[in-house]
Nanobody
């Protein structure tokens, strides 16, 4: 059994910053890929950023230059630093992690709300 616990969401003004955290725990042999998705009301869930075990990153065009994904392999954690936030970044943000348990499985966090509003 694997659990993902997210934290760091909240209400922030446009131009502000937040940092999301996601901690994985449980029957983990190794963590392969880690990422963040988001889903705004009435829209499909979309990839925001991802990072491989080797540290290679990928970002949605809409967040490039503003968001930074990172991971701490020793702590089985992934972070999303969000700067210059815009109202259109408002969404529920979900952590997504690919874990060998020992078979490969994808897990989702419960989601954390990010609201950008003045």
């Amino acid at each position: 059994q694997v659990q993902l616990v997210e934290s760091g969401g909240g209400l922030v003004q446009p131009g502000g910053s937040l940092r999301l955290s996601c901690a994985a725990s449980g029957s983990i042999v190794s963590i392969v890929n880690m990422g963040w998705y988001r889903q705004a009301p009435g829209k499909q869930r979309e990839l925001v950023a991802s990072i491989t075990s080797g540290g290679s990153t990928n970002y949605a065009e809409s967040v490039k230059g503003r968001f930074t994904i990172s991971r701490d392999n020793a702590k089985d954690m992934v972070y999303l630093r969000m700067n210059s936030l815009k109202p259109e970044d408002t969404a529920i943000y979900y952590c997504n992690v690919g874990i060998v348990t020992p078979k490969f499985m994808l897990f989702w966090g419960q989601g954390t709300q990010v609201t950008v509003s003045s």
